[in-house]
């Protein structure tokens, strides 16, 4: 077998595909670093004039604000045009406004509020709370809660001692959990719902505004933003809701007092249709309205007014004017109207519109340097830049404290600027998404896709040598090239375009060589027309809708089922599931001569369709260990996801405990119970060890810790300290143990009894072939006293004749071999088997149903694959072990299946956090262990999966129907033989280009699952579900391929660590003087045997050693050994 | 020959077309607030109904079940009552598919169970019909070259057609469009009704069109 070829190729590819998720993802999720660091009262910001810190330095203007959040307030809502006599439902419904910016100019002011994409709700909240510009991955948040860590303004006003009394939209609380004075959150799911909240808080606003209990009141009506989605803004319900809401605007400045600032707010707008979540100015223009019963402004006309109010600028604006410190990652700039200016000093308090302004500028600077230290995203030529306006600004500035002037009004247009400029540098680098990043790395993968389509049915021509040298090298040298001539022009290098230039330029030259190459007639795309390939688009597809994405694991199970229906339905249309009635004049001869036996054919359909039975039976069984998303209404979450000690019902538990360790039990009897039927457990290798002793150990352990972590904590008060250490240690043991058996795996993968047989046709037809292991349904008793016969009348044989017959030339002495035929898939099978225990190990306890149950579901996709294989395999003609693309994609959908079936969802909330704390109760120190249980626990069905891949192309051998394959084999002179897994080390060519064959498949249906997200991702950027849907379903896919390519090449090295130790074992085999080897077996159903044929002097030395019953004894005891292990 | 076949084929296949549009129009006529989404299992039985008087009528007039050794009455009742037996196991076959393919077990039994009703008429009673209870000659039927007629192909075609629409059915059930039609299980039965016609529609058609391809062996 040639193991470079094959690997060079796919590691090529994965890494083809790595380069287009990076560059995609690259240019769709912009990442920005938090900033965990808070201001405080006492911050003193350099370069400072004063000792006693900056922020909470003089008396604030205002003492108390209400804040009133109108969801989807849009800026066309706000605006009263008194000429239109006939207005839309949204037109000239909220007069307040604009009457109180005509009566009281200097009291109100009425702006557009420009919020930054993406216009959702939580990331709007978000953003004009810290101040900041969130992008969808903020690093340093913690996924498992949606809590803000950053520097908000609710913290801030919290350390000051106000207090901040909350209502309406739930999601607040979940973003300030405990930040709150008081809060009262209503549920914001129902979209349907236009009153629940905005009712929830008319019924109390009032009331706490008259009561003194609050300083800040922030109300957040979600009806407006719910009747767009449900109505659109065109529409009678929502002239009701505005003008409900000019209503609750007029109660509300009614009940102002004095010393209290009116916000009122949209935090984003909406498109004709109602939606929001894009970058549209119709979504992202809102409004924004100030007001308060003492002047707040200049006369208007006095002082340049800003036509439109960036959503940051919010933040420090509030925060000096109520007297907080402003939170230390906002990039805004105050509002200067509302500051009095220079020199005027009208206003009792306050700070002045420069003092103001220098604060910020002193604030966003320290941020600047405080995040380009942490992050280095922002190009550093525009940071110099930056660097050296502050500089001019600071000097010029403590110049005229220094003198005692007022800084000029070129000053303040400099800092103004400034600000301006910091926003813009910091906009560019994280929130918006890069075309040209996205569009290359969707060109990459989708060539990626078409490579491993052209990789799996050319495999016989790629796997020669030098076929890929052209491809990567010129890879290599554009990627260079591209990298120096960013460097010469740039002068730095921007590693996303290199590699993009070097996957391009290596794909595309692949492909070209081997348009020449191959032969014109192999590409018809009709040929791709296959209903697998169709289940596999209409798989690809279902991602691009966010409804079939939430209820993706029905989707998926769907699909599997009508894929695996269809095997049957298929190989009834070609006649082939039934035997053919027996022969009449009906049918021209020549087409009968092709068929199996009648009984094989019946017995291998009763087989497909009893595994069909089970497959079926499973899905349907494992639809019921699925997780909900909050998507899916009325939905419960499968009670067996709870960890045991969480359930309260006693017997509950009980009952729940013994399903999961008799199916941990059943998992286990059942790899046994294989291994055993093919004879692998004969020897006594360290793998075989790892199989009779390290899984039935490693259940025990784990039965055993579930039992300590499902007991309350308080019924053994006096074991506590026992149980605190059976909490750390079982795992670890556990994980030991099972690493300690992969290793052991990995060392001496072969499980197989070599034994040497005695010629057994000493006297010609005198004595009878021995069958006595004929079948496997004999118990070794009857076996052994089936033997004891034999042995004995072999012994008095060869007494009698001495060593006469020792030239002979037909009855050699053979050497045989227990356990060859499944030499390959036994290894891989417990690999799996012990990897599936780690994992599940990371689950809760109730998953070891669901982990029985992907046992099974795997388990009958080999039978089918191998029934259907065995059913049709003198139909199609085809040459070496090609693996159809119906099993290829039954397999990557029950991947995909299982990894719902084990209660993940692709959303982050759903990530199961405690496998991080398997074994490690008091948490983690550093972050890549935590982080790599997590990727285990998560995508645990992938990696089964990925690594099992390999027994695709080797189950129809184990499940062989004798006289099917060897009929056309070339050199098989004893068609009867049931060689199994040997037979690929016949041709090493074709086992190659099969086994690259299948791996480029599995890649591709991953791949086109990738590709398809991806196209989502990029479809829908402007989607209202974008953030909730498609993109933690890009990075759940994305990392689901990265995990399975990496597990794929896992199991495939694994084979070929198999194949180097058959190899070896053959050589071992071989005397040097003999000649003559082949593959043999004695009629029996399983167990392949090798004999060797050895020369006279081997012979004679064996026969010695028979006649000194030596053997005989060793044969006996070795027997009776494998009788024990047997049954 | 072939021409009266076919020809004969496509009248019976009108006629079972028009008696679906029939038995969606005469009850709007006769019952009040009757819609095909309202009152949807009174349409889904009317159409099931006709459909099968009007398909054992037709084959019964056109002789063309097989042709029977026996003619005693007590051999004709013992087929009769296989048939119906066989009917109501298709019945139990289909509902229980439908549940594996995700149905709810328990809520809407009686709405599943209609919609296999309906899957069993539009296709195993065609079955009945042209075959008689044996389900070797199904199993036959159902391959390459098990088809020994026009009408077995015709079969073949409609069974497949029915089956696949009432499939594509189900797949704007996960949508939130909140149409009418979304709701378990009226898009699946309007998806089999619709792959039914399309079925009698394209029979007549492609076996015309294939007519020289289709060599049947004598009955």
New interface residues.
Partial sequence: MRRLPVLLPLIWVCSVFYVGIFLFVGGFLLVRLEVNRTSTCADILSPGAQVKGDFCLSEPRFRRAVVLIIDALKADFTRYDPENTAPKPFENKLPVLDEMGSLHPSHARLYTFRADPPTTTMQRIKGFTTGSLPTFIDVGNNFASNAILEDNLVHQLGQVGKRVVFMGDDTWVSLFPKKFHRSLPFPSFNVKDLHTVDNGILQNIYPTMEGDDWDVLIAHFLGVDHCGHRFGPDHPAMAEKLSQMDGVIRSVIKRLKNDTLLVVMGDHGMTDTGDHGGESQKETDAALFLYSSSPLFSAPGSQMEPEVVPQTDLVPTLALLLGVPIPYSSVGQVLLPLFPQNGSRSAPTGLSQAEALWINVKQVNRFLETYSNMAKDIPPDSLSLLRADFSNISSQYLVAVQEGRLPSPDLVVSMQNYLTSVRETCRASWARFNPFKMAAGLLILGLACLLCCVISELSHLVIQEGFLKLPIFSGLVVGMAVAGVQLFSQGYLELSWCLAGAALSSEVLFLWKTRRVSPKDRWCPARLLTPALLVLFLRCASLLSDSYVIYEGHVVTFLLLTLSVYIPLRLNWDGLLVPLPPPDTQKPPMQRQATLPSSVVRRETTVLLVWLGVLVGSLYVSLSFHNCREEQGSCQPSPFLSPLSRVQDSQLRNLHYVLSVASLATWVYLLHRWLRHYGNLNCSTVSVFSACFILPLACVGMGLHWAVSATPEDTFRNLSELIGLAHVFLPRAIFCVLGLGLLLLWVDPMTVFIKSRTPVNSRGTSLPRPRYRASTGISPQAELHHLIPQLYQRIRHSLEDGGVEAGEVDDRPAVEAYGLGTVFSAPLLLFCGLLGLVLLLLHPEGMALAFLLLLLEAGAVLHIHACSTNLSSLSIHSSGYSVPWASVVSWSLAAAQFFHATGHLPTFPSIQWGAAFVGFPQGHTGTVLPASLVILNTFSSHILFAVGCPLLLFWPLVCEVRGTRSARSVGGEESEDAVMEMRLRESPQKFSSALLQLTARYLFVNGAQVLASVCAAAILRRHLMVWKVFAPKLMFEASGFIVSSVFVMLGLIMVMRVDIAVGRLFKKLLPQNSRLFKLRNRNKPHISAIRLQATPQVLAEMWQQLLSSRLVLMRLWHRAKSGVDTV | MWDVEIRGMASAHAIVASSIFLATVIPAVFLENFSVYGSHMVWLYSVAGSVAVVNIAVFWLLGISPPTKKNTLSFKINRLFRSCLYFLLSCLFYHTVV????APLLETALDTFSLAVLLSTFTTLRCLCILGPNIQAW??V?????ALSVWDTSLQITTGCSLVGA?LG?FPI???WDRPWQVWPVSCTLGATAGFLTGLLVAPVWIHWHRKLLTY?LK
Avoid: M, N, Q, T
Wanted: charged fraction near 30%; glycine fraction near 12%; proline fraction near 6%.
């Fill in positions: 549940v594996l393919y995700g199993i036959r159902f391959s390459r070259d098990g499939w189900a996960p949508l939130d062996k």
